[in-house]
Structures are given as structure tokens and as C-alpha cells.
């Protein structure tokens, strides 16, 4: 069964001129703009924070862009968003992860070429995706012992909580994915 867009995407040509100058930015940053944005701009407001926020989120701040795409392939794995994962996978891969260890992020973290630090990070945010009110001080002062300060938790966590947002997104109305499968 194929689904389905429940949202039309709004094109360039169709956007009122406030979108099509995000959509500008947008394209600066990805050479193209993706369907989640493209959907987005149904509500321009929510568009513009949207991609306010990923560029903060993402461009920005002290962890590494990598660091940051990973926390993405896997906090979209634990909800199952397939066109997230496909995109930050194929981040990845640009950035010469090859798809074998893009894989391990999703299956087994512990199997992972990453750092000791980068796996904690990750099997943390997969946690706090999954079950945040199991999560341990034991396991977060774990993670401070690799020299993580609270600004870069709340970094990572603001990370997971931006894919998370997306993910329900996407999956709630069906978006296409317009990256290719890695």
C-alpha cells in the first residue's frame, strides 16, 4: 500500500512571497527544499520557527554537525520515521559515513565505530526518545563524566526533541519522502 501525502506540499511557485524567502534559505543550506518544509509553509509562522530552530539547532552550537545528524538517524529510527531517517542518512553519507555504520546507529550502538562518549550520547537520546522518565542522574552524570556540559545537553536533548517533533509530523500527514534510499 502506497501512502499518500494527506497535506499537498506547497511549491515555489504557489508560495506567497514571505515562504518563498524562507524557501530561499532553505535552499542555500540543502540545494533544494525539502517536503517538510514544503508543508510547513501551510503556516508560515510555524514555518519560519521551524526553520529558525533547525538551523540553531543544527548550524549552530558546540556539538559537531555529525554528532548532531546521528542524534537524528537515531532518535527517527526509535519512531520509526522513515523519511527522517532516510535524509539524515543520507546526510551522513555526504559527510563519508559509509552505510554500513549508519546502520549500526539504528540496529546496535554499542557495535558502533563512534567514540565511548558519542555511543553514550546516542543510547541516551534513544532513551529519552523512547522512555525520558526512566532515565537515570546515574546515567546523566555518566554522560557529564565524558565532559559534557549542561549547554551541550540541553543541545543534544534539544536535538532529540526537534526530530521527535518532525517525526510525528511527517508520519501524521503522511509526508513523501524526497530524499533517495540509502
Same mark, same amino acid.
Given at each position: 500500500?502506497?501512502?499518500?501525502?494527506?497535506?499537498?506540499?506547497?511549491?515555489?511557485?504557489? $508560495?506567497?512571497?514571505? *515562504?518563498?524567502?524562507?524557501?530561499?534559505?532553505?535552499?542555500?543550506?540543502? +540545494?533544494?527544499?525539502?517536503?517538510?518544509?514544503?508543508?510547513? $509553509?501551510?503556516?508560515?509562522?510555524?514555518?519560519? *520557527?521551524?526553520?529558525?530552530?533547525?538551523?540553531?539547532?543544527?548550524?549552530? +552550537?558546540?556539538?559537531?554537525?555529525?554528532?548532531?545528524?546521528?542524534?537524528?538517524?537515531?532518535?527517527?529510527? $526509535?519512531?520509526?520515521?522513515?523519511?527522517? *531517517? $532516510?535524509?539524515?542518512?543520507?546526510?551522513? !553519507?555526504?559527510? +563519508?559515513?559509509?552505510?554500513?555504520?549508519?546502520?549500526?546507529?539504528?540496529?546496535?550502538?554499542?557495535?558502533?565505530?563512534?567514540?565511548?562518549?558519542?555511543?553514550?550520547?546516542?543510547?541516551? *537520546?534513544?532513551? @529519552?526518545?523512547?522512555?525520558?522518565?526512566?532515565?537515570?542522574?546515574?546515567?546523566?552524570?555518566? #554522560?557529564?563524566?565524558?565532559?559534557?556540559?549542561? +549547554?551541550?545537553?540541553?543541545?543534544? #536533548?534539544?536535538? !532529540?526533541?526537534?526530530?521527535?517533533?518532525?517525526?510525528?509530523?511527517?508520519? @501524521? #500527514?503522511?509526508?513523501?519522502?524526497?530524499?533517495?534510499?540509502?
Amino acid at each position: 500500500m502506497i501512502n499518500m501525502a494527506r497535506i499537498k506540499p506547497i511549491e515555489k511557485e504557489e $508560495a506567497n512571497e514571505e *515562504v518563498r524567502g524562507i524557501y530561499r534559505d532553505i535552499e542555500a543550506a540543502f +540545494g533544494m527544499v525539502p517536503n517538510l518544509f514544503k508543508t510547513y $509553509a501551510h503556516f508560515p509562522a510555524l514555518l519560519r *520557527v521551524n526553520w529558525e530552530k533547525t538551523k540553531a539547532l543544527m548550524m549552530r +552550537g558546540e556539538l559537531p554537525r555529525e554528532l548532531k545528524e546521528s542524534i537524528a538517524v537515531v532518535v527517527s529510527a $526509535a519512531n520509526t520515521c522513515n523519511y527522517c *531517517v $532516510a535524509a539524515h542518512s543520507m546526510a551522513l !553519507m555526504m559527510m +563519508g559515513f559509509p552505510k554500513e555504520k549508519i546502520d549500526t546507529l539504528t540496529k546496535n550502538i554499542e557495535k558502533s565505530e563512534l567514540s565511548r562518549r558519542d555511543q553514550k550520547i546516542l543510547q541516551y *537520546v534513544r532513551k @529519552a526518545t523512547l522512555t525520558p522518565l526512566k532515565i537515570t542522574d546515574s546515567e546523566t552524570r555518566e #554522560l557529564k563524566s565524558f565532559g559534557i556540559t549542561d +549547554g551541550q545537553m540541553v543541545e543534544i #536533548l534539544g536535538v !532529540m526533541e526537534l526530530f521527535t517533533g518532525y517525526n510525528k509530523f511527517l508520519d @501524521a #500527514l503522511a509526508v513523501e519522502i524526497d530524499f533517495p534510499a540509502v
